[in-house]
């Protein structure tokens, strides 16, 4: 039965920092890995999307790698700023197309 | 492009009663999975459904129930509804042979007194 960490589960950094967010999953036969951001009450935000045949994505400030192989995923955030302060889940998926997410890590960037 | 759009944003109902959740998939999308979120975790899939059949389903109850449309768009129907039940639901569009990136709505707020 697939499983999925997040550490840690919460994270305050002083704005400017650079910081990484790390996901572990137990069973490497994965279709995908998404990385999403979520505001408090709202929904889910795709922030990164990497294909299991894949080793990152990058999108402005953030990279995403994927090593299937050991099961584990990071979401680097560079420079990071106050309204960067939200929930980030890790989400994989198997080849049914159902997401299995982490518990996510709670990030507060202070100005 | 539209994005995904779930109704209505909150909703209270007591325990016992029946609900109905509905959501309209992204435009171009032929899947649509249910997923939900209690306070403080992450969400947990409930079921999917592919060109109107269900395709897959969590650990939930037979009083979880949904139906799609053929227009993709899609309802997620709670009956006898627990005070458990209370959570975000959350609706996600893909398309099957896309990758299946998904894309979320707004979520529902259902909370059971």
């Known amino acids: 039965k697939q499983e999925v960490t997040q550490i840690p589960a919460a994270l305050s950094v002083p704005e400017g920092e650079n910081l990484v967010l790390n996901c572990s999953f137990t069973?490497?036969?994965?279709?995908?890995l998404q990385w999403f951001r979520q505001d408090p009450g709202k929904g889910l935000t795709s922030l990164l999307l990497?294909?299991?045949?894949?080793r990152e994505q990058t999108s402005g400030r953030l990279n995403a790698s994927l090593d299937k192989s050991s099961g584990r995923s990071t979401l680097y955030i560079a420079a990071s700023q106050p309204g960067d302060s939200a929930t980030y889940l890790c989400?994989?998926?198997?080849?049914?197309?159902?997401?299995?997410f982490g518990q996510g890590t709670t990030l507060q960037v202070k100005p | 492009e539209t994005g995904v759009t779930q109704s209505p944003t909150h909703l209270i109902k007591t325990r016992g009663q029946q609900v109905t959740l509905r959501c309209s998939s992204q435009?171009?999308?032929?899947?649509v999975s249910w997923y939900q979120q209690a306070l403080g975790q992450g969400p947990q899939f409930i079921f999917q459904?592919?060109?109107?059949?269900?395709?897959g389903r969590g650990n939930f109850p037979p009083r979880f129930s949904g139906l799609q449309f053929p227009n993709y768009s899609s309802e997620l129907n709670v009956n006898a509804l627990e005070l458990d039940d209370s959570a975000l639901y959350l609706c996600?569009?893909?398309?099957?042979?896309?990758?299946?990136?998904?894309?979320f709505g707004p979520g529902t707020r259902l909370t059971v007194t």
């Open positions: 435009s171009g999308h032929n899947t």
């Open positions: 990497i294909q299991s045949s894949q």
């Open positions: 989400a994989v998926t198997g080849n049914t197309g159902k997401l299995i």
């Open positions: 459904y592919y060109r109107e059949e269900e395709n």
């Open positions: 069973d490497s036969a994965i279709y995908n």
């Open positions: 996600a569009s893909s398309y099957r042979d896309g990758g299946y990136e998904q894309y």
